[in-house]
């Protein structure tokens, strides 16, 4: 995966130092226009606006309509969900007013993505232009506004061309090529709060380990297997004890006796510590050891039975039955059928996630603000967030009562219902404390905002193949979004998958000779 990563930078460098950096000799080469792709810039003065509908980002390419000549079009059309090239369909540039209704339809070039066409007007005068896409799954209509059609190229060459400079260029084919992606900033409550690290637990009674009691054989037909739903009390499979040992009546009820009281004092630990974790006078380490501890002589228990049992009426069994300890998930299984294992080797590993808890570290100088929890939003990595309220699938369940001497943390626990089976016991991510609202502010996503050498740096799709680096002041975080003070505006398009790749655009500084190479 490394050198599939290094040679993706490597290809990309090598193709934005001869193709991208189109700042301010863009007006010299025409690239970005219609100029650049039909090599009028001579003769017509060209337009290239980007319009977004009904899920599409459009950027065409065109230049100054004249009477009796044909004006072409360079049609860029991206989903934004996923910011993919259109690739099928058809494009229909329609006309209105001088001249009457005129249409002329396109169809996509080799290039996917990329639809060509050629309208010529029929009558000098003022025309409204619009362009419809129609696909197989739906359509999307764009209004380029009003436009004037010059009787002649000659006049043509007066058009006025909405002017713009700078920016950072990077092509379409570019974008659609590598993962991208952009998201409109907007005005959005956000809450008030703080950022936290959180990990998912089992609730008590939700979370079960299978131990080998005894050394010896694993047997059994139906060997559950990971991922496979079991039922408390269900068969796993078979243990036969290691030979050799001593069968005898005395020896045999001896065992028993003492695998009892050791049972009767793991279970009486176990109780004690747990009651000790929530007055948090113990680690939560020390409550698992006893749990493992109670697991482990409780299947000890279960082997003297069974022997004594054996013994005494001859109905014992030669081998002894592992049974789910817990309704659950298998999500480890340690051997097989005919695999040799060692006295206390964990074999099963059983969860139930229907239902979890999420404890939240909260810092220390944070712990006071834990009395007005609105809500709580977590992220597993490779996840999507998830937002805990109470009195909505999740319940608070309270904070601890001690700082933790080395992280400096009170521990807060909200369960939650989990019926997707999404989130996993042991997950870990970033958690955002919600502690009250605070009034509409204009925010991104968090993923728009680039740490560049300790700034704040947003990148903005100023057009379809222009983008600018904004420095900003960013504000409360909620979540995946970020408040913006400065920098941003309200509906701006910003990047928030592949922004590395416009900064990379950004530093090769080449400027491309004739625009795109449709």
Same mark, same amino acid.
């Given at each position: 995966?490394?050198?599939?990563?290094?040679?993706?930078?490597?290809?990309?460098?090598?193709?934005?130092?001869?193709?991208?950096?189109?700042?301010?000799?863009?007006?010299?080469?025409?690239?970005?226009?219609?100029?650049?792709?039909?090599?009028?810039?001579?003769?017509?003065?060209?337009?290239?606006?980007?319009?977004?509908?009904?899920?599409?980002?459009?950027?065409?390419?065109?230049?100054?309509?004249?009477?009796?000549?044909?004006?072409?079009?360079?049609?860029?059309?991206?989903?934004?969900?996923?910011?993919?090239?259109?690739?099928?369909?058809?494009?229909?540039?329609?006309?209105?007013?001088?001249?009457?209704?005129?249409?002329?339809?396109?169809?996509?070039?080799?290039?996917?993505?990329?639809?060509?066409?050629?309208?010529?007007?029929?009558?000098?005068?003022?025309?409204?232009?619009?362009?419809?896409?129609?696909?197989?799954?739906?359509?999307?209509?764009?209004?380029?506004?009003?436009?004037?059609?010059?009787?002649?190229?000659?006049?043509?060459?007066?058009?006025?061309?909405?002017?713009?400079?700078?920016?950072?260029?990077?092509?379409?084919?570019?974008?659609?090529?590598?993962?991208?992606?952009?998201?409109?900033?907007?005005?959005?409550?956000?809450?008030?709060?703080?950022?936290?690290?959180?990990?998912?637990?089992?609730?008590?009674?939700?979370?079960?380990?299978?131990?080998?009691?005894?050394?010896?054989?694993?047997?059994?037909?139906?060997?559950?297997?990971?991922?496979?739903?079991?039922?408390?009390?269900?068969?796993?499979?078979?243990?036969?004890?290691?030979?050799?040992?001593?069968?005898?009546?005395?020896?045999?009820?001896?065992?028993?006796?003492?695998?009892?009281?050791?049972?009767?004092?793991?279970?009486?630990?176990?109780?004690?510590?747990?009651?000790?974790?929530?007055?948090?006078?113990?680690?939560?380490?020390?409550?698992?050891?006893?749990?493992?501890?109670?697991?482990?002589?409780?299947?000890?228990? %279960? $082997?003297?039975?069974?022997? #004594?049992?054996? &013994?005494? +009426? /001859?109905?014992?069994?030669? @081998?002894? !039955?592992?049974? *789910?300890?817990?309704?659950?998930?298998?999500?480890?299984?340690?051997?097989?059928?005919?695999?040799?294992?060692?006295?206390?080797?964990?074999?099963?590993?059983?969860?139930?996630?229907?239902?979890?808890?999420?404890?939240?570290?909260?810092?220390?100088?944070?712990?006071?603000?834990?009395?007005?929890?609105?809500?709580?939003?977590?992220?597993?990595?490779?996840?999507?967030?998830?937002?805990?309220?109470?009195?909505?699938?999740?319940?608070?369940?309270?904070?601890?009562?001690?700082?933790?001497?080395?992280?400096?943390?009170?521990?807060?626990?909200?369960?939650?219902?989990?019926?997707?089976?999404?989130? %996993? $016991?042991?997950?870990?991510? #970033?958690?955002? &404390?919600? +502690? /009250?609202?605070?009034?509409? @502010?204009? !925010?991104?996503? *968090?993923?728009?905002?680039?740490?560049?050498?300790?700034?704040?740096?947003?990148?903005?799709?100023?057009?379809?193949?222009?983008?600018?680096?904004?420095?900003?002041?960013?504000?409360?975080?909620?979540?995946?979004?970020?408040?913006?003070?400065?920098?941003?505006?309200?509906?701006?398009?910003?990047?928030?998958?592949?922004?590395?790749?416009?900064?990379?655009?950004?530093?090769?500084?080449?400027?491309?000779?004739?625009?795109?190479?449709?």
């Amino acid at each position: 995966m490394i050198r599939t990563t290094s040679t993706l930078t490597l290809c990309l460098a090598v193709g934005l130092t001869f193709s991208l950096g189109c700042d301010k000799k863009e007006a010299e080469h025409g690239h970005g226009t219609a100029a650049g792709h039909a090599h009028e810039a001579s003769e017509r003065p060209s337009f290239a606006p980007t319009v977004y509908a009904d899920g599409v980002q459009l950027y065409v390419e065109y230049v100054a309509l004249v009477k009796g000549e044909e004006s072409k079009f360079g049609v860029h059309l991206t989903r934004l969900d996923g910011y993919q090239a259109v690739n099928e369909g058809t494009v229909e540039a329609i006309l209105t007013g001088a001249g009457g209704e005129q249409r002329n339809t396109g169809e996509l070039s080799s290039t996917p993505g990329i639809f060509r066409l050629a309208p010529k007007p029929s009558a000098a005068g003022d025309v409204n232009v619009k362009l419809i896409w129609k696909g197989p799954k739906g359509q999307a209509t764009f209004d380029l506004g009003k436009h004037t059609v010059y009787p002649d190229i000659a006049s043509s060459m007066k058009a006025e061309v909405p002017e713009v400079s700078g920016g950072i260029a990077f092509l379409k084919e570019q974008q659609w090529n590598v993962p991208f992606g952009i998201t409109r900033s907007q005005q959005r409550p956000l809450s008030d709060g703080f950022e936290a690290y959180a990990s998912v637990l089992a609730v008590p009674g939700g979370e079960g380990r299978v131990l080998a009691p005894v050394a010896g054989r694993l047997e059994g037909s139906g060997f559950p297997s990971i991922g496979q739903m079991v039922k408390q009390g269900q068969r796993l499979g078979g243990l036969v004890p290691k030979a050799g040992a001593d069968m005898s009546l005395g020896s045999v009820q001896l065992d028993f006796e003492r695998a009892k009281l050791r049972l009767d004092q793991a279970k009486a630990n176990h109780t004690r510590l747990k009651g000790l974790l929530e007055q948090d006078a113990v680690p939560r380490r020390r409550v698992e050891e006893a749990a493992r501890e109670e697991a482990l002589a409780e299947a000890e228990f %279960k $082997v003297a039975q069974a022997r #004594k049992d054996e &013994v005494t +009426t /001859g109905k014992g069994g030669m @081998a002894l !039955a592992l049974t *789910a300890p817990v309704s659950g998930i298998v999500s480890t299984v340690n051997g097989g059928p005919g695999v040799q294992v060692a006295e206390g080797q964990e074999l099963f590993h059983i969860v139930d996630t229907r239902r979890l808890r999420l404890e939240v570290q909260v810092p220390e100088a944070q712990s006071g603000r834990l009395a007005k929890v609105a809500s709580v939003w977590f992220q597993a990595p490779g996840q999507q967030p998830v937002v805990l309220e109470p009195g909505s699938g999740a319940k608070v369940l309270g904070q601890g009562g001690a700082i933790h001497p080395e992280r400096r943390t009170v521990p807060f626990v909200m369960e939650f219902g989990n019926p997707s089976g999404t989130l %996993k $016991v042991g997950a870990s991510g #970033k958690a955002f &404390v919600r +502690t /009250g609202n605070i009034a509409q @502010a204009m !925010a991104v996503p *968090a993923s728009a905002v680039q740490d560049e050498d300790g700034l704040a740096v947003v990148y903005v799709q100023a057009g379809g193949e222009r983008f600018e680096r904004r420095l900003v002041k960013v504000g409360a975080r909620d979540g995946d979004w970020v408040q913006i003070l400065t920098g941003v505006q309200k509906d701006e398009w910003v990047v928030t998958t592949g922004a590395h790749l416009v900064r990379l655009a950004a530093s090769s500084g080449k400027v491309p000779e004739h625009g795109h190479a449709h």
